[in-house]
C-alpha cells in the first residue's frame, strides 16, 4: 500500500510512549539517563504541541516508580500536571510502571493487582476504552491485566468483544502497552510480549475485525512486523532506551551512553497521518532534547515536509544492503529483565532509517529468496510500497531458479552479472526466466582486480559488477552480440568512487533513453583502495546529495546507494548512510531531505548542469516551472553561497526564494541579487554541509 503523492490526510495523531517521569529530587532508578526523563517528556510535549496533531495518546509507563513505591502518588500528580500542557485532546493507557507487571512468577517488580489497579484508575482514569474520529474507530486496552485473573481481565476482555462486533466503522486501530508479540506470532513468554492464552485470543480478535494497525509501546526499541493485512508497530521511548537491546550493535557504546540506555538519536514518538487509503507512521526523532521547567520551546525556522517510504513519490533512487537487512539478534539472557532464556528479535532500526529517508528500492541477492525468514520478510515490505532488484552471478542454482519463478510476488527485477566472456552461454537460463517469471531482467558485467597485480604492483582483492560508466560505448553492442537485446530490459552500470555521480547518472540515462530501455546505476562509496577507506562524512554526504538530486531528475534508471550501513572494518571500509549503531550519519539527511524537496518544487526537477565554484561545486537544475532555479551546494569546508550561485545564476538579476539546509530540513526565506560574478544573498548566507538554494527568477 501507498500514498497517493500530494495527497493531503484526513487527520493526524501523535504517539507517546514510556515517559518514565520521576520524581524532582530523586531518581527512582539506578541509571543517570532516567533523571533526564521528565525534562525529555516536557520537549516532546511542546515539539507536538507545534504539530497540532488532532488528539495524542500515550502508550504507558506514564510514570517510572511503580505503585506501591513511596514516591508514586507524587509523581502520577506531576505527570497529570505536566501533561496538561498537551494542547490536543490527550489520552492514555496504563503501562506495567503504571499498574503492575504482568504476571508471570518471575517478573522483576511487582506484579498487576486490584490494588495497583484502583490507584492507576484513582489517578488517571479509566483502565480502557474506545472512540471514533473521522470514520476510523480507536480502541485502548490495558495490557497488563491480560492473564492476570483479576475481575477487571474479564470485564475488559468482554467489552472489547462487543466493542469491535458493534463499532460501525470500516477501519480500527488498536492500542496496547505491551505488544502482543515482538518477533514472531508463536514467539515464547518473554518480558516485552503478551503471553498465552490471551496472546492468541487478542491477535484472533484482531484477525476477525481486519484492524488497520496495533500500536504498541513498552520495548523503548522500534519494530514491525505485519500480522495478515495488519500492521503491528512498537515504538520508541521519549526518555531512554532499553539497553539490552543495545546488543543489535557489533560496536560498544559510547562514553556517555549509560551502556547504551542514552543513545540518544533512538529516542522519539510517532505522527501518524491517517489518509483515506491507509496510514503513514512517521518516526521524529527528538534526539533526547530537554526543556527545563519553565524554559522557552527553541524558535526554529520552517521545515522541509516529512517524508516516507509508502510516499508514492517519483523519485528513484535506492540503496544496497550489504548487512543483513532482515537480521534476528539473540538478547543474552540477564539477571534485570530475561533471566531464563536468550530473546531472538530483529533488528529493524535499518528499516526505520530508510522509511524516514523515503526509500523503498533495495538490491540485495537472489539468495534472500531461498531463506523462509527473509523471503516472508520481503512479502511484508512489498505490501506496503517497497521494491526489491535481486541480483546473481553466473547461471543460479536450481533452487534460486525455482525461487525466481515459484516468488514471484516477492520482487521486482532481476540483476543478472556475467563474465562477459560467458555471457553468450548465460542466455538461454535468462530466456527461461523470463518466460516463467515475467520479469524486468538487467544484464551486468564481472569486473575484477586480479589483472592488477603485476611486478612492483599491489594485487587488490577487488571484485565488481556492473559496466563501467566510462566503457559505455561497447555495451550495446555486446548485448546485441550475445543475442540479449530482446529479453534484458536494459543494463547496469558502476560509478566508481573517483567518478563524478552526477555526470555518471547523466551519462547512464543518456544512454538508457537512446537505447529506449532502463538502465540500472551502481553508485559506490568505496575507493578501488584496501587501505585508508572514504570515512569522511562530508565527502560521503557531498557524494550522496549529487547521486540523489541527479537520480531524482532521471525517468530511465534506477539508482543504488552502495551502501546503507558502515563497513567499518574488513575490506574497503567507508561510511554508509547509517552507522554501526543504525542511527543516521549526515549523508541520510541528505537523501530524506532532497526528498522532501521533491514534494516542495511539484514532484518534478530536472538536471542542468554541475560546476567547480569558490569553496566545492554546484549542481543546478530546474523544477516543473522553469523560473524555478535550484542550486545545490557540495562544500568542501565552508562555502560562501554567493560567490557559488553568482557564478551559475539564473539569467534574471534578481529573485527571491529558499535557503534548505539539507542537514536539519530548515527553510529560510531569502532574496538574491546579482553583483558582477556574485549573488548577494540576503540574508547573507554560507554552508558547510550540502544546501539547496531555491531560487525563483
Known sequence: MSIAYGESPLFTFALIADSHMNPGDENSSPFETNALANSRSRYVIEAVNRLEPDFVIHMGDLVHPVPGHPTFGRVAEDFNKLFESVKSPLHIIPGNHDCGDKKISWMPAVQVNDTFLKTYEEYFGPHYGSFDHKGVHFVLINSPVLNSGLDLEAEQRAWLEKDLADTHCERILLFTHYPPYVTEPDEETHYDNIDEPARSWLLDLIEKHRVEAVFAGHVHNFFYNRQGATEHYVLPSVAFVRHDYAEFHRTPPQPGMDGGRNDMPKLGYFLVEVYENGHIAHNVRSYGHMLADGEAFPEAPPRLPAVHSRDDAPASVGVQLRHPWNEVTTIPHNYALDEFMRKKVRNDYPLMAL?????????????????????????????????????????????????????????????????????????ATIRDIKASADVPIFLSALHSLAESAHEGGTFKHMISSGFPIEEREHVAEFVSSIGAGDLVDGVVFRVDQGVSAWSGIQTAQDFAAAQGKRAIVNIRFASDEMTGGQMDDLATANRVAEATAAALAADHLTVFLDTLVDQDRGYFIRNGLIDRRFNPRLAAWMVRSLHAVLKVVGGEVTALDIADAPGGRVAMMHGADEQLRLFLMLPDGEMDVGAAVGQHACDADSGAGNWVNLETGDVTSCTWQKDGDRAVVEPAVSCSVPSLLIAHR
Open 355 to 427: 522509511w524516514e529517508m523515503g526509500v523503498k528500492k533495495f538490491r540485495t541477492p537472489a539468495g534472500d529468496l531461498i531463506e523462509a525468514e527473509a523471503l516472508q520478510r520481503m512479502r511484508d515490505l512489498k505490501a506496503v510500497g517497497h521494491e526489491f532488484t535481486l541480483f546473481t552471478y553466473g547461471t543460479p542454482g536450481p533452487k534460486t531458479i525455482s525461487a525466481l519463478s515459484e516468488c514471484r510476488d516477492a520482487y521486482d527485477a532481476i540483476e543478472f552479472i556475467v563474465p562477459e566472456d560467458e555471457a553468450e552461454g548465460a542466455v
